[in-house]
C-alpha cells in the first residue's frame, strides 16, 4: 500500500458516485488515470484491505434482521460455545471480548422469523442465555479509517 | 416495493461494482436493460435506502486498526438522541447505536465502537470523548476485542438466501 493506494481509500470512504463513467470522475478528482484506478483497488480487493467495493445494503428495508447478541460463556466451555455458535451460518463477526459478556456476535437472517429461531436454537445448544441487543437508532458517524 | 428487475439487479450489485470503466452497462447487458435504466433503478434504491451507500469496506485489522473497543453507556431516554448525535461527530467514533437495556445487570443504551491502532490511543480518544460530551455522570463499561473468531459476510449470505427464495417462487 503506498500513498496514492492511502489517498484512495480514505475517499471512497466518503462514497462513489452514480453515474455512467464513475471511475474516470473519482480518477479526476484525485488526479489519477481512469485505468490506474481500477487496476489499483482491484488490487486492494485481492490483498484483502478492502473486503468489499459497491454499494452496501441495508439489511432491514430488504426484510431481513440484525442483531448484536452476548453470552457469558464460562472459561472452560470457551471454545465449545464458540464453535457452537460459530456453526450457525446466521452468525457473522463473533468477537471475545473482556467482560462476564465475553462473547459479542452479529446474527444475520433473511427474514425476522429466523432471527428468533437462531437465538433460541443457540440457547438450547449452549444452554446459556443469550442477549439480544438489536439497534433502535443509528447516529450517522462518517465511517472513516485514516489509511 | 421492490420488483422483480431490482431483485436481480441487487444480486448482481451484491457481488460488487464490475471493475470497468462503464461499470453499469456491463450490469444492463446482463439484465437487458440499457445503461440509463440501470442508473435509475440504483439511483431510486438508494434513495429508498435500500442501498445503505457506494463505497468500500476496509478491513480495518489489516489497515492497522488492531484495537477495537466497544464502549456502553447508560444513558437515559429523554438525552439519548442528542447525546448520540453529539458522539457521532467524533471522527475516532466509527459507530454509534441505541440498543435497548437488559436489565440491572446490563443497563446501557448507548453502543460507541472506537477502532484505534493502539490501546493507548482509544482510552486516550474516549477520555477525550467523556468529556467533551459530558458523558462522566452516566455509567460506563469499555470492552476490548481479545480475539475475532469470525468475520464474513454472513449479511450477504442471508440476503442471497432471501432472493433465490423470492426468485424460485
Given at each position: 500500500m503506498d500513498e496514492v493506494d492511502k489517498l484512495i481509500i480514505n475517499h471512497l470512504q466518503g462514497g462513489f458516485p452514480v453515474c455512467d463513467s464513475p471511475y474516470q470522475v473519482v480518477a479526476d478528482q484525485l488526479g489519477l488515470a481512469e485505468a490506474d484506478l481500477i487496476n489499483r483497488i482491484k488490487n486492494l480487493l485481492d490483498t484483502g484491505l478492502l473486503s468489499r467495493f459497491g454499494p452496501l445494503f441495508h439489511a432491514e428495508q430488504m426484510g431481513g434482521a440484525l442483531t448484536l447478541a452476548a453470552v457469558k460463556a464460562p472459561e472452560q466451555q470457551f471454545d465449545q460455545i464458540a464453535e457452537i455458535i460459530n456453526s450457525f451460518p446466521e452468525v457473522a463477526h463473533n468477537y471475545a471480548r473482556?467482560?462476564?459478556?465475553?462473547m459479542w456476535f452479529v446474527i444475520a437472517t433473511d427474514v425476522p422469523e429466523r432471527l428468533t429461531e437462531v437465538i433460541k436454537e443457540i440457547e438450547q445448544q449452549t444452554k446459556l442465555a443469550v442477549y439480544n441487543m438489536p439497534k433502535i437508532n443509528e447516529y450517522f458517524v462518517g465511517l472513516k479509517l485514516q489509511a | 416495493m421492490i420488483d422483480g428487475v431490482s431483485r436481480q439487479l441487487i444480486e448482481l450489485l451484491q457481488q460488487g461494482l464490475p471493475l470497468v470503466s462503464r461499470p453499469y452497462t456491463e450490469i444492463a447487458k446482463k439484465l437487458h436493460l440499457t445503461e440509463d435504466e440501470v442508473l435509475i433503478r440504483v439511483a431510486k434504491l438508494k434513495q429508498q435506502g435500500i442501498i445503505k451507500r457506494l463505497g468500500v469496506v476496509v478491513n480495518h485489522r489489516r489497515l492497522g486498526y488492531k484495537a477495537n473497543a466497544m464502549v456502553v453507556f447508560d444513558v437515559p431516554d429523554s438525552l439519548i438522541s442528542q447525546i448520540g448525535d453529539h458522539v457521532s461527530q467524533?471522527?475516532?467514533?466509527n459507530l454509534c447505536y441505541q440498543r435497548p437495556r437488559q436489565g440491572d445487570q446490563w443497563p446501557y443504551s448507548l453502543y460507541c465502537m472506537i477502532h484505534g491502532k493502539n490501546k493507548e490511543t482509544v482510552l486516550k480518544q474516549l477520555d477525550h470523548l467523556i468529556e467533551s460530551c459530558g458523558l462522566q455522570q452516566f455509567k460506563r463499561e469499555v470492552l476490548f476485542s481479545k480475539q475475532c473468531f469470525k468475520q464474513r459476510g454472513a449479511l450477504y449470505q442471508a440476503l442471497e438466501k432471501q432472493q433465490k427464495v423470492i426468485s424460485n417462487g
Open positions: 473482556n467482560h462476564e459478556l465475553n | 467524533f471522527n475516532f467514533v
